[in-house]
């Protein structure tokens, strides 16, 4: 419980620095966009026609490498390899992932459509498609076309993606792409494997990307692009506000922030670098307050408890790596859970070139880790990551290695600890804490 005697200075230093911060934050989020003074800031029909004016020729010149569809195209590709979804009757080919990366075409124009009317092919009744984005590449007579369907609050209903799929990909002179575009945060979406059943798609050729990736990739790129006095400039400002301003929809307690921007992420992260202490001084005040309801205090201790657990949930512990007996004194200061996990992908993929086959590769390491994956070795190679580390078949074939999984948000680092931190066929750790 929170000290009879409490350091007044201390506290007054503590609200001056709280003040100041905050001030910044109220500066920054009191300004209200135009979607949310109409209180449609998290209604699907203006997302989508915003999309569809961002995607159109009409507004931007498409027909460039860093174009916003272009950008568009790469966050497909980057979702569609953490998806397992590129390759010969997958989501997206191979030869035209490689087209995309490589910059190997360009798009001479590009067209939106909202609410495109369909015929499902098992009902025969009439779909409507959020947006369509038919791209004609550049001297040729051949298209790449999107299919979004847009997700804000909502999940899909009765197979609508498994309907627009089969329906335009039996277009002709033409390529399809099909995106599920939803609110989903990154951490969620980085473990898709991990989704339930009704956050994934009824179709597999959709590939689910979300409305950070938009910003990161496209929004925030080109509105540091384009004239701070143009009209464009105001529409993408105002869309962005729209995007990072947390709504309470009505009967709903779920605040939704759709993305969150590179400005306000520094905003809010050096808020609370610079104010927890006080946040929790106020909450364990409240704790014990015998003035205040019972519920309230409960609730005040379990906030205080829950932000505790937050201050020592960060994992800076370092490690010495004890191999062949010997103890590796390299770094003084130990190895950290990044440099332990590169580590075991190196020695574990040497260690186990000349495997049969995928599965058995995925068995493998899922018996280290405790966990039942298919996706960590594959066949392609994960271009998002600066070193991918490599199996060889007996077959001659390669697969890579997905190092993206040792964040905290997985069960993949904490079951590699508890497995090195026993005697293993790999190397074993010892905490330096």
Known sequence: ??????????????????????????????????????????KELPHSSFISWLFDSATFNQNYPDSPIMHLLDIAVKRANQQDKIGDGKAISSSLSESIYGRLFSIA??????????????TNERRRS????????????????????????????SSQTKAYSDYYQKEDNADWLFLFLTPLSSVELDDY??????????????????????LDYVLE????????????????????NTLRYPVMEDNDKKRTIMAIGEKETKLLSDFWEGNHQLIELALEAMSCNTNLADDVREEAEKAYK?????????????????EDDQRDDNKEKGYNK?????????????????????????ELIGAVLHKKTKNIFKQQANKTVNHNYEIHLMNGETLFMNTN?????????????????????YFRIVSLK
Request: hydrophobic share 35%; glycine share 2%.
């Open 109 to 122: 124009q590009t067209s939106c459509k909202r609410e495109e009317f369909i015929i499902d092919g098992k």
């Open 405 to 425: 999984i040792w964040g905290e948000s997985t069960d993949y680092w904490r079951n590699l600890r508890d497995y090195l931190e026993k005697d293993n066929d």
């Open 306 to 322: 829950s932000m505790k657990s937050l201050q020592t949930a960060k994992d800076s512990t370092r490690y010495v790596i004890i």
């Open 1 to 42: 419980m929170i000290d009879e005697i409490v350091d007044i200075k201390r506290v007054r230093e503590l609200m001056t620095s709280y003040y100041q911060s905050v001030t910044q934050i109220r500066q920054f989020y009191e300004r209200p966009s135009y979607m949310g003074l109409l209180n449609v800031g998290r």
């Open 130 to 157: 959020d947006i369509t984005i038919r791209c004609q590449i550049k001297n040729t007579e051949k298209y790449l076309n999107i299919c979004i369907e847009n997700k804000v609050l909502t999940k899909e209903h």
């Open 338 to 362: 990044v440099a332990v996990a590169k580590k075991f992908a190196e020695i574990f993929c040497e260690k186990n070139n000349g495997i049969t086959n995928e599965v058995d590769a995925n």
């Open 221 to 240: 790129p080109l509105i540091n692009s384009v004239d701070k006095k143009s009209q464009v400039y105001f529409i993408l400002d105002d869309y962005i």
């Open 193 to 214: 494997f991990s989704l339930s059943k009704e956050e994934k798609c009824t179709s597999e050729m959709f590939i689910q990307i979300n409305y950070q990736d938009l």
